[in-house]
């Protein structure tokens, strides 16, 4: 299972979800080894307008790492079609670059959720709706792809903005802690949904 995550300069938002999912579902990142072994959930990022090189702010390290993500090793990369195209699930930080997910890949288009989006709309999946004893937290996920897909038109948010999340980059502490606020809660209900 693939799971590519995109925000804007993919130095905060991005990489942040991106280590805590792969530490949550027991994944790899992009860079990381697998002794050899090719993993059963590999979590990557990248940016639509990436700080190409650039590792994560400082700021956002901090959060990541004091829950429980790993930092180290991370460099920025551009978003590109074929990154979509690879992609099993595709998770944005905001509807903006939900859609700039897909025009680059309008294949992509029922695989491709808001972060948010794709928490809520797991938080609604029943656990005997997804493969039981004998399967692996990636048949769960890919499970799970499908079934938000078809809960997306009865499953809204409050309002449209609370599928965002708010770019902490230039801000203070503050922003970032409300950034970081907003995503790793979905990054745990997605966790908690697919985990045996």
Do not use: W
């Amino acid at each position: 299972m693939r799971v590519l995550v995109v925000c804007t300069g993919n130095i905060c938002r991005s990489p942040a979800v991106e280590r805590l999912l792969a530490a949550g579902l027991g994944g790899t990142f992009r860079g990381q080894g697998a002794g050899g072994l090719t993993p059963a959930i590999e979590v990557s990022s990248a940016g639509a307008g990436a700080v190409v090189g650039a590792a994560m702010t400082d700021e956002m390290a901090d959060l990541v790492s004091a829950n429980g993500g790993a930092v180290t090793g991370f460099e920025a990369r551009q978003l590109t079609a074929e990154m979509i195209a690879s992609a099993d699930v595709v998770l944005t930080a905001t509807r903006r670059h939900r859609s700039s997910v897909v025009e680059l890949v309008p294949a992509a288009v029922r695989r491709t959720f808001t972060l948010r989006e794709f928490a809520r709309l797991a938080a609604t999946v029943e656990s005997a709706e997804l493969p039981g004893a004998g399967s692996t937290t990636a048949d769960r996920l890919a499970a799970l792809i499908p079934l938000a897909t078809a809960r997306r038109g009865s499953v809204r948010p409050k309002q449209a903005a609370d599928d965002d999340v708010v770019d902490p980059y230039g801000g203070g502490g503050a922003l970032y802690a409300t950034s970081f606020a907003q995503l790793e809660p979905a990054v745990r209900t997605i966790v908690s949904t697919v985990r045996l």
